[in-house]
C-alpha cells in the first residue's frame, strides 16, 4: 500500500492532487507547525493572491491556527468571481467552493481539509483521505515518515521533489518502507488567456476544463 501525505494547505495547486491521485491512501498532517506566509494560508489565483489572516502563537500547529476575522472570505470569493466568471465551467463549481469559504471552520486546517476533499470529489480522484490527529504520529521529517506509514501499514511512501531536504530513503528503506518519487510536468491547458501561468490553485484548471481536470491531474505526474 503507498501512502503519501502533506500538511494542510489552501486550494492546492494541481502537484498535491496529483500525488494524492497516485497513491493508495492520503494522510492530512496538520499536527504539524503552522507557517504564516506559506501555503497553509494563502495561495494563487490568476491576477489575484489569495492570503487568510490569521492568529499566530509561536509553534501552534496547523490544526490550533485560528483565523483572524472573517472578512477575507467576501474578498477571496470576489476575486475568484472577477477572475473566472466567464471561464466554461465557472457556473458548475463556483457554488460548491464558495458554500465551504463561507463555513464556520473553528481553525485553518478544517478548512482546508474540507475544501481538499470537495476538489478531489470534483476531480473525481477517490483516494481514501485520513488525518493525522486520528493516530500517534511521532518523530520529525524522515522518522514521522516512517511512524505514519507503521500507523496505516503502508509499505511505500510517495513523496514530491519539493521533500529531497528532508527525506533519507536508506533509513526509510531500514525500516522496511520502500520510498516512491513522484515525477511531475505541469500540464498546459486553455486559461482564456494569451500567456500560460503555472503553479496556480487547482481551481484554475477546474473553472477552465471542468470535467476533464482529474485526467489532466493524472497525467501530469507518474511514480519512479
Same mark, same amino acid.
Given at each position: ?5 502533506h500538511q ?7 502537484i498535491l492532487? /496529483?500525488?494524492i ?8 498532517v496538520g499536527?504539524?507547525?503552522a507557517?504564516?506566509g506559506t ?6 489565483i490568476r491576477?489575484?493572491k489569495l492570503v487568510i489572516?490569521?492568529k499566530?502563537d509561536f509553534g501552534?500547529?496547523i490544526n ?9 472570505k467576501r474578498?477571496?470569493?470576489r ?7 466567464? #471561464?466554461?465551467?465557472f457556473?458548475d463549481y ?7 469559504i463561507?463555513?464556520p471552520? #473553528?481553525?485553518?486546517?478544517?478548512l482546508n481539509?474540507a475544501m /481538499? ?5 470534483c476531480f ?11 493516530y500517534e504520529?511521532?518523530?520529525?521529517? /524522515?522518522e514521522?515518515?516512517i511512524?505514519?506509514?507503521k ?7 510517495l513523496?514530491n521533489?519539493?521533500? #529531497?531536504?528532508?527525506?533519507n530513503?536508506q533509513?526509510?528503506?531500514l525500516?522496511g ?8 510536468t505541469?500540464?498546459?491547458?486553455e486559461q482564456g488567456h494569451s500567456e500560460f501561468q503555472?503553479n496556480l490553485?487547482?481551481?484554475d484548471l477546474?473553472?477552465n ?10 497525467a501530469?505526474?507518474h511514480?519512479?
Amino acid at each position: 500500500m503507498r501512502l503519501s501525505g502533506h500538511q494542510p494547505v489552501y486550494l492546492p495547486g494541481i502537484i498535491l492532487f /496529483t500525488k494524492i491521485a497516485h497513491s493508495d491512501i492520503f494522510m492530512h498532517v496538520g499536527h504539524c507547525q503552522a507557517s504564516p506566509g506559506t501555503w497553509h494560508n494563502r495561495n494563487q489565483i490568476r491576477n489575484a493572491k489569495l492570503v487568510i489572516p490569521i492568529k499566530h502563537d509561536f509553534g501552534q500547529s496547523i490544526n490550533d491556527t485560528q483565523f483572524a476575522g472573517d472578512q477575507w472570505k467576501r474578498k477571496h470569493l470576489r476575486s475568484i468571481e472577477v477572475n473566472y466568471g466567464k #471561464r466554461p465551467f465557472f457556473a458548475d463549481y463556483f457554488d460548491g467552493i464558495a458554500e465551504i469559504i463561507k463555513m464556520p471552520f #473553528r481553525s485553518l486546517s478544517f478548512l482546508n481539509n474540507a475544501m /481538499t476533499l470537495h476538489l478531489l470529489n470534483c476531480f473525481q480522484i477517490y483516494t481514501p483521505v485520513i488525518d493525522s490527529r486520528n493516530y500517534e504520529i511521532t518523530g520529525h521529517k /524522515t522518522e514521522m515518515l516512517i511512524s505514519m506509514c507503521k500507523e496505516v501499514g503502508a509499505t511505500e511512501y510517495l513523496s514530491n521533489e519539493g521533500a #529531497r531536504d528532508y527525506v533519507n530513503e536508506q533509513n526509510m528503506n531500514l525500516a522496511g518502507i520502500k520510498h516512491r518519487w513522484l515525477e511531475f510536468t505541469h500540464p498546459y491547458y486553455e486559461q482564456g488567456h494569451s500567456e500560460f501561468q503555472t503553479n496556480l490553485s487547482a481551481i484554475d484548471l477546474l473553472f477552465n476544463c471542468g470535467p476533464e481536470s482529474g485526467k489532466i491531474i493524472r497525467a501530469a505526474g507518474h511514480v519512479a
